[in-house]
């Protein structure tokens, strides 16, 4: 299996901060790479696929970027409703696997 | 605007049977452009991924749960289901069906997701 190291686990930042969060993959992906954002008692939201194609729907400030094994996820500007966990997932191969997750807090 | 629903008893015994559904609507599971993934959420954990299946029957699944779960799909009712058996407390966690943009190998991510349903192992 693929394993996902996302960076950090957590971080405290404040409205209008910029976000970056990583991830890494135990072997190279091309661009096969998904970003999800899941607020608590929610299901998870796709916000990035593909590394760096924008999900209809979501906002511009969150970007991502990166191919091979390592990734970024970028929230330019962080607004109130960001406040959540974030998770990178590998689509190169079989099993699917997660990151084990970015929670973004109040600084 | 398509919409999953799961659905299944909340309480599962160990060693028995977990059964889950998955109803789709506003869309057809038929549609060739999507495979039909589970993923699980342990309690305060991250995403596991379950398998997934396409509506014409073939799945793949986590080779992790493999021996234990079964996938199907129902066009006539446009559902999706899961079984996992002898279930025991490792199993307790929200059960997600979600639409997966995959092919055969790659993927483009979930990107429609159900409501998640809760389900605990315990006598």
């Known amino acids: 299996d693929i394993q996902m190291t996302q960076s950090p686990s957590s971080v405290s930042a404040s409205v209008g901060d910029r976000v970056t969060i990583t991830c890494r993959a135990s072997?190279?992906?091309?661009?096969?790479l998904n970003w999800y954002q899941q607020k608590p008692g929610k299901a998870p939201k796709l916000l990035i696929y593909?590394?760096?194609s924008l999900q209809s729907g979501v906002p511009s400030r969150f970007s991502g970027s990166g191919s091979g094994t390592d990734f970024i996820l970028t929230i330019s500007s962080l607004q109130p409703e960001d406040f959540a966990t974030y998770y990178c997932?590998?689509?190169?191969?079989?099993?699917?696997?997660f990151g084990q997750g970015t929670k973004v807090e109040s600084k | 605007q398509v919409h999953l629903q799961e659905s299944g008893p909340g309480q599962v015994k160990p060693s028995q049977t977990l059964s889950l559904t998955c109803a789709v609507s506003?869309?057809?599971?038929?549609?060739?452009?999507?495979?039909w993934s589970w993923i699980r959420q342990h309690p305060g954990k991250g995403l596991e991924w379950i398998g997934y299946?396409?509506?014409?029957?073939?799945?793949y699944y986590n080779p992790s749960l493999k021996s234990r779960v079964t996938i199907s799909a129902d066009t006539s009712k446009n559902q999706i289901s899961l079984k996992l058996n002898s279930v025991t407390a490792a199993d307790t966690a929200v059960y997600y069906c979600?639409?997966?943009?995959?092919?055969?190998?790659?993927?483009?991510?979930?990107?429609?997701w159900g409501q998640g349903t809760t389900v605990t192992v315990s006598s």
């Open positions: 979600a639409r997966d943009l995959s092919t055969t190998m790659t993927g483009l991510g979930l990107d429609v």
């Open positions: 506003g869309g057809s599971i038929t549609s060739g452009a999507y495979y």
């Open positions: 299946i396409y509506y014409s029957g073939s799945t």
């Open positions: 072997q190279a992906l091309s661009s096969w």
């Open positions: 593909a590394a760096s």
């Open positions: 997932q590998q689509a190169y191969s079989f099993p699917r696997t």
